[in-house]
């Protein structure tokens, strides 16, 4: 069950400490928590901030903590201490982005100036200044691998890789929307931007290249995150979502729902927590289940072999009786799915191979159930072309049986009913309404010319029964003593 901690104001960082126990630094408002991996309050606080503060994060030993803020500018501090041990000038507008060079001894920046910044931290002096983008910058990383690389992400829809032995950026990537966060692989060689509802995947040994290009989100991604291995991908949005990309594949594997728009996210180095920060200030912390652990249980004497052949030989005496043990019976999975009122389920369950094939009988027989219920349309509706093509291609084989007819008529009706305005957008679908078509135009034909024998044969066994009645009237003679002769 999720742990939900209310915070001063919207929460636009969260940022676990490399090492163990493992604490996360909240910003939300003009203050940064730190908060333990179970505990429900802050255990520490810094708030020597006259206005809101922006990006506390960690530096990879978990000693310092530096952190924005809307004056535009960043303070450093050590996690033991309380006051700053250095604050850093120079920016004109709020900082939004604010870590450490993988060197650990310098910081990088960037603000609303719409300037990138690297400084020094022992002499708390500014190194170089690149003001390259054309909007505020929003988001940045460092590289792990380089320690004189770091990128940036824009407003002006660009992510900037800057290297800080050069006086310029070394390499540009077009994202198309205002970039909300940015994320470099532990490679180095990988580099994902997200920005309106779009997660991007670059290789920057390429020259920025576009690998992969994500549209899983409805509203504008604001976060991003990796898990320990580099194996998941984590995108959080405004449409109050969690998304889990699988890193080989990029496809989603998993997915979080949660109240309110999200703007941070953070996954403990363990991948044993996750933490969400969402607009309203509330904090949303999930620990992962722990795996139980199956205890060696001694293996149990079993029963002498006589104990089995007890009672074999007992011949029942005249006053005994027989206690019959009530046999419990055991529901198929598709009626458990009826009985609990599943009825889309119900319908899949009886449409799989073993019983749509040698017991379509039943499959019929769910169907009439759910018509009577009267939730058949409803379980006929909203599927995709694969379960379509497997609904048209039972009913058009199955609709010329006698036994079935009646019911897969109604079904037949239905489906051409639902599924009537996307005629047209799949040819495998079109194609099992063309052999419908065909079946029950066959069928019909079949009828009219069985009607016309029928017809026919009504015709003979009206002649045959004159014919009959004429010859007996003829050998009629003495009334009712010759009808009694012939009858015996």
Not at 56 to 70: I, K
Not at 141 to 156: E, I, P
Not at 367 to 396: C, P, W, Y
Not at 476 to 486: H, Y
């Amino acid at each position: 069950t999720p742990v939900q901690i209310k915070e001063f104001g919207a929460v636009n960082k969260i940022d676990f400490s490399p090492v163990p126990p493992y604490n996360y630094a909240v910003t939300a408002s003009s203050r940064i928590h730190i908060y333990g991996r179970y505990s429900q309050e802050p255990i520490k606080t810094f708030s020597r901030f006259k206005d809101a503060a922006y990006c506390a994060t960690y530096r990879d030993d978990g000693n310092l903590l530096v952190a924005g803020s809307e004056e535009g500018s960043i303070r450093l501090f050590d996690v033991s201490g309380k006051a700053p041990l250095r604050q850093f000038d120079g920016h004109t507008k709020a900082v939004h982005v604010v870590g450490f060079l993988s060197d650990k001894y310098r910081i990088f920046s960037g603000g609303d100036d719409y300037s990138s910044n690297l400084w020094d931290i022992p002499s708390a002096t500014e190194i170089v200044s690149y003001s390259e983008h054309t909007d505020y910058v929003r988001c940045g990383c460092a590289s792990k691998v380089n320690a004189d690389v770091f990128v940036t992400g824009s407003y002006d829809h660009t992510v900037k890789l800057f290297d800080a032995r050069t006086k310029s950026s070394v390499l540009t990537i077009e994202h198309g929307q205002p970039v909300e966060s940015v994320l470099l692989f532990p490679s180095g060689g990988l580099l994902v931007s997200a920005g309106g509802r779009y997660v991007k995947v670059w290789d920057v040994l390429k020259g920025g290249q576009l690998l992969v290009s994500l549209k899983n989100h409805h509203k504008t991604v604001t976060c991003l995150c990796l898990n320990s291995s580099g194996q998941r991908l984590l995108s959080g949005s405004l449409d109050r979502h969690v998304k889990i990309y699988s890193t080989t594949s990029y496809k989603v594997v998993h997915s979080f729902n949660y109240a309110t728009s999200i703007l941070s996210l953070a996954l403990s180095p363990e991948d044993e927590t996750i933490v969400v920060g969402m607009t309203n200030g509330v904090l949303n912390v999930k620990h992962r289940k722990p795996e139980e652990r199956k205890e060696k249980s001694q293996k149990r004497r079993q029963p002498a072999y006589r104990t089995y052949v007890k009672g074999r030989t007992y011949m029942p005496k005249q006053e005994d009786f027989c206690v019959s043990k009530p046999v419990k019976r055991v529901l198929r999975k598709y009626d458990k799915l009826l009985k609990s009122f599943q009825s889309s389920k119900a319908l899949d369950a009886v449409l799989e191979p073993p019983i749509r094939l040698y017991t379509p009988e039943v499959t019929v027989a769910v169907m009439q159930e759910l018509h009577r219920r009267g939730t058949l349309r409803s379980a006929l509706a909203g599927r995709d072309e694969k379960q379509i093509n497997l609904l048209l291609t039972f009913v058009a084989r199955r609709v010329i049986e006698p036994r079935f007819t009646p019911v897969l008529v109604t079904v037949a009706d239905m489906i051409t009913d639902i599924y009537q305005p996307v005629v047209g957008q799949s040819a495998i679908v079109d194609r099992q309404f063309l052999r419908l078509q065909e079946a029950i135009g066959k069928e019909i034909d079949y009828q009219e010319e069985l009607l016309e024998v029928l017809g026919m044969m009504d015709t003979l066994f009206a002649t045959f029964t004159k014919k009959r009645a004429t010859y007996l009237e003829e050998n009629k003679s003495n009334g009712l003593t010759e009808t009694i002769e012939m009858n015996i």
